[in-house]
């Protein structure tokens, strides 16, 4: 724990450090009233997911498909909601999922955003199911007016630890304001 702890602290550190002065050609991205649609990579733990990936090994392909949106109730905090469809390439149970999330994202300054959620997944065929409580952080860099790019680290604590773990993701996010 000490240690996401820590790199937690470091991802904010390294956003204050490298924190950029918002300006008028790209403020506004995260005012009151705006839209967010994004699309994440997912790295680390197999946890059904809103993110995209696709891999093949021996014969067998597994995907993900998802996406998130949300819409700021006020300037830089935004509530939203993810959904997303995987397949491990299995014929048992638990071969697909649909994964699920709810929460808000809150961007420090503008451009660190953090994010605190709820996820979970429905396993085909499977009586327990894993659900999470979720906290991520990063940094948005601001591609123009409506295309940000956010790297972040995410934990996700298991709500119901007999069957699931805790775990770590890095994702990396390509995001649309509108």
């Known amino acids: ?39 994440n990579t997912g790295f680390g733990s197999g946890v059904g997911s809103t993110a995209l990936y696709f891999t093949s090994e021996d014969g067998n392909t597994a995907y993900n498909i998802g996406a998130e949106a949300g819409y700021f109730i006020m300037d830089d905090l935004a509530l939203k909601a993810g959904l997303g469809f995987g397949d491990n390439g299995g014929d048992g149970p638990g071969s697909s999922a649909v994964a699920y999330k709810i929460g808000a994202k809150y961007y420090i300054k503008s451009m660190i955003p953090v994010e605190l959620s709820y996820n979970g997944v429905s396993y085909k065929d499977f009586d327990e199911n894993p659900s999470y409580i979720g906290i991520q952080a990063g940094y948005a860099w601001f591609l123009g007016d409506n295309v940000s790019i956010e790297p972040g680290i995410r934990y996700n604590n298991s709500l119901n630890s007999d069957f699931y773990e805790s775990n770590i993701q890095f994702n990396i996010g390509f995001a649309l304001h509108f």
């Not at 550190?13 to 490298?18: K, M, S, W």
Request: glycine share 10%; proline share 0%.
């Open 1 to 39: 724990m000490k240690k996401i702890i820590l790199t937690v602290a470091a991802v904010f550190a390294f956003g204050l450090a490298n924190a950029q002065d918002k300006k008028e050609s790209n403020g506004g991205q995260t005012s009151e009233g705006k839209w967010l649609i994004e699309a």
